[in-house]
């Protein structure tokens, strides 16, 4: 099933001929606060700005999905292909590859939505990352809704930081 939806919105891109979007709302909550340790490390760090084409502010926005649409739009999202984060090691230990996708969050700040392989969280979580701390850039709290636009095709959002 997951072959044959892959297939079918590369048609619909094609057929449709625009850059197509996806787009996920869900609340702001405190993580483990976890974020910044790993967005910190070398091995990522390097990847996001060589990949992603910024350097992110040392932590993730932490959005929880809310409704049945949402989950499933995440799912279709990680249907797409993605921006590869490779894995890596040091000598204390492994970091696990992760997936990108380019965003815009609150239709104002450009980023990256982390489908991230090993996490503590379930699937209703989403982990977005930026090149400004995005809680002071759009003045969230805890409780606050989050819209995400997620661009699928590669291509490079309009840049609004």
Do not use: W
């Not at 099933?1 to 709302?25: F, I, Q």
């Not at 976890?34 to 040392?58: I, M, N």
């Not at 926005?61 to 249907?79: C, G, H, M, P, Y």
């Amino acid at each position: 099933m997951d072959e044959l939806r892959r297939v079918y919105l590369n048609l619909k891109t094609v057929m449709e001929g625009s850059t197509p979007t996806l787009k996920l709302e869900g609340t702001v909550f405190q993580g483990f606060q976890e974020g910044a340790y790993y967005v910190s490390q070398k091995g990522y760090r390097r990847q996001f700005v060589e990949k992603l084409g910024f350097d992110p502010y040392p932590g993730t926005l932490n959005i929880r999905l809310r409704s049945k649409v949402d989950f499933q739009t995440r799912k279709e999202l990680e249907a797409y292909p993605a921006i590869l984060i490779e894995g890596f090691g040091n000598e204390h230990r492994s970091f696990g590859p992760l997936r990108c996708y380019r965003v815009t969050i609150n239709g104002q700040v450009q980023g990256a939505l982390m489908a991230i392989q090993r996490t503590h969280y379930d699937s209703s979580v989403v982990e977005l990352i930026a090149p400004v701390k995005l809680r002071e850039k759009l003045n969230l709290k805890d409780g606050d809704k989050v819209v995400v636009e997620a661009f699928i095709s590669g291509e490079t959002p309009p840049h609004r930081t």
